[in-house]
C-alpha cells in the first residue's frame, strides 16, 4: 500500500486537488473557484461601487431639486393670495397636496423647515375665510 503511494504520488495530488476544486471539505472551508472568481470580478465590483455612488448622488439632487420646486409653488401661492388672488378650491387642494410631498421630502432628506409653516398656516386661512364661510 505504501508503496503504491510513492509510485502514484503525483497522480493522487493531482486527484486530491481536482476532488478539492469541486467539493467543499469541513470544516475547512477554501473556495478557491470563489477566490478566483471575486479576483477577476475585482475591478467590477469597484465600478459598481462608483456607479451606485453616483446614482445616489443623483437621487439626492433631484429630491432637492423636486423640494426647491415645492417650496416655490407653496411661496408662490401664498404671496398670491396675499396679494388679492381668489384661486379655486381645486388650486387650494393642488397646494395642499404639494404641501404634503414637500414635507414628506424634509422628513425623508432629514432637512429643515421655516417659512413653509408660517405661509402653510396664512393659507389655511384664506381657504377657510373663501370656502368654509369662517372669518
Known sequence: MIQFIIDHWTSIVEGLT???LVVEISPIKIYPLRWLGNRINADI?????VINKKFDKHIDDSARKEM???RY???DFSDRIQNGSKPSKDAFTHIFDSVEDYHKL???????NGLIDIEVKNI???YAKMYLGEK
Open 18 to 20: 481536482a476532488f478539492g
Open 45 to 49: 465590483k469597484k465600478d459598481i461601487d
Open 68 to 70: 426647491k420646486s415645492l
Open 73 to 75: 409653488q407653496i411661496l
Open 106 to 112: 424634509i422628513n425623508d432628506y432629514n432637512l429643515t
Open 124 to 126: 389655511k386661512k384664506v
